[in-house]
């Protein structure tokens, strides 16, 4: 299986820091948030990862290299002169992706998911992975029934940006700007999407306050793993 770290947008609300580096190299803890993905990739057995690159994508690639520190080998996937968006990113990169399902995960989140379990999940079409709704998303974005995700229902969960989704998933689009939420709630809608809750530690650092939890979050985690 291979995986996709979804790297390329502007990162607007994290400005003035993204004005001089892209998104994915924001700290957190000792290192890029993009590096704790690769590491964790790495640990779950993923050889091949695929990364798309936007604004300041260069200074991106001259960062991570191609993936020699994690013992994987990193495909890069431009999207210049705009990013994509999700949906827009994932198309661009299917030839880079192959045949089976992949791995995708939002590269301005931080989470301690095991990544490894994900290796052995079936999936004909998009399994999601939802977590509990944080503040800023309390209304959620789609509900669990039993494996089956719908898009609506009794109780509402927050989607991690964590995700397995088949090649067919995509089967009639065009290379441009587009989400990929429109294509899941379709698919929902036919039936044909799972999911799982994780309840563990995750948070994205889509703002400033959010980028501050998430740094105080990751360190409690690295402080009660050293216990």
């Known amino acids: 299986m291979r995986a996709m770290i979804l790297a390329a947008g502007r990162g607007e609300r994290l400005r003035p820091l993204t004005d001089r580096i892209p998104k994915p190299l924001v700290e957190v803890g000792d290192k890029p948030l993009i590096e704790h993905h690769l590491e964790n990739l790495a640990a779950a057995g993923f050889r091949n990862v695929v990364i798309n690159q936007g604004h300041l994508g260069d200074l991106l690639r001259d960062t991570l290299g191609e993936g020699e520190r994690w013992n994987i080998k990193i495909h890069w996937s431009e999207e210049q002169p705009e990013a994509l968006e999700t949906g827009g990113g994932i198309f661009r990169a299917l030839p880079l992706l192959g045949s089976s399902p992949f791995l995708i995960i ?18 004909d079409w998009a399994h999601l992975v939802l977590v509990p709704n944080p503040a800023h998303n309390s209304s959620g974005d789609f509900a669990l029934q039993g494996a089956r995700i ?77 216990r």
């Not at 939002?106 to 999936?123: E, H, M, Q, S, Y």
């Not at 650092?205 to 990751?218: D, F, P, S, W, Y």
């Open 150 to 226: 719908r898009n609506q229902g009794t109780e509402q969960f927050t989607f991690s940006g964590i995700s397995i989704y088949h090649p067919r998933l995509f089967d009639g689009c065009i290379d441009g700007k587009f989400s990929v939420v429109p294509i899941l709630r379709r698919a929902i809608e036919e039936h044909v999407v799972t999911g799982e809750l994780f309840s563990g530690a995750w948070g994205d650092t889509g703002t400033q306050e959010r980028l501050k939890k998430v740094r105080v979050m990751a360190a409690q985690t690295a402080s009660e793993l050293m």
């Open 106 to 123: 939002n590269g301005d989140i931080w989470t301690n998911f095991p990544l490894v379990r994900l290796r052995a999940a079936k999936c």
